[in-house]
């Protein structure tokens, strides 16, 4: 079957890293982004990768494997106001335009 | 900047009785999508559309139709408001890649 996987919860130290961890399962990947949504808010696109590898955003880094299902998003150097949830989306390529999200993982960083 | 409107923001319904959402974007984007998100969750497909005057069932379209008049415009139509269906509903749009969100309508049904 198809789906997206996200741990619920995420807990850090300002000034350190996170990493956010999605797993997916799809007839025919097409593609997987991440958003950010702070609370009362709506989310905001973040990055977008469909190739093997880590790609280097500055603040946000995004890694990808395609044989294993696997991505995560890594936050470096980060700030209070990095707190938030952060949704994982898979784009489907059998169901045109089709576009699953994960539960999301709500971080939390502490001083 | 790409611009999804959602109106109402706002919207008490009574159960049983109708209620229609609205979307609107400016930027001709081919794909536009209803999640819906209830508190503490993740945002789940109602239907999506990627041409005009057809749209497609997502993960939980039971008790929702959905249309597609124009490039532009996206509704979510519930002909029989249930309780069930109250929560935080997203429009957005998206021409590939990177998928711009409306702000979102708060539906509390009583």
């Known amino acids: 079957g198809q789906g997206v996987e996200q741990p619920a919860k995420l807990m850090s130290v300002e000034g350190t890293f996170a990493r956010v961890n999605c797993t997916y399962s799809?007839?025919?990947?097409?593609?997987l982004s991440w958003y950010q949504q702070r609370e009362g808010q709506a989310p905001v696109f973040l990055s977008y990768?469909?190739?093997?590898g880590l790609k280097d955003s500055g603040h946000f880094s995004t890694f990808l494997s395609r044989s294993n299902g696997y991505s995560y998003l890594l936050l470096t150097e980060l700030q209070i106001k990095d707190s938030a949830s952060y949704l994982c989306?898979?784009?489907?390529?059998?169901?045109?335009?089709?576009?699953?999200f994960g539960q999301g993982t709500k971080l939390s960083i502490k001083p | 900047e790409a611009a999804v409107t959602q109106s109402p923001r706002s919207k008490v319904a009574v159960t049983g009785g109708k209620v229609t959402l609205s979307c609107h974007q400016t930027n001709n984007h081919d794909y536009m999508y209803w999640y819906r998100q209830d508190t503490g969750h993740g945002l789940r497909l109602i239907h999506y559309s990627y041409v005009a005057d057809s749209t497609e069932k997502g993960d939980i379209p039971d008790g929702y139709k959905a249309s597609r008049p124009s490039q532009e415009n996206f509704s979510l139509i519930l002909e029989l408001a249930s309780l069930s269906q109250t929560a935080v509903y997203f429009c957005a749009s998206s021409p590939g890649q990177e998928v711009f969100f409306g702000k979102g309508t708060r539906l509390t049904v009583v």
């Open positions: 799809t007839s025919g990947f097409n593609g």
């Open positions: 989306a898979v784009r489907d390529r059998y169901n045109q335009g089709k576009l699953i």
């Open positions: 990768v469909v190739l093997d």
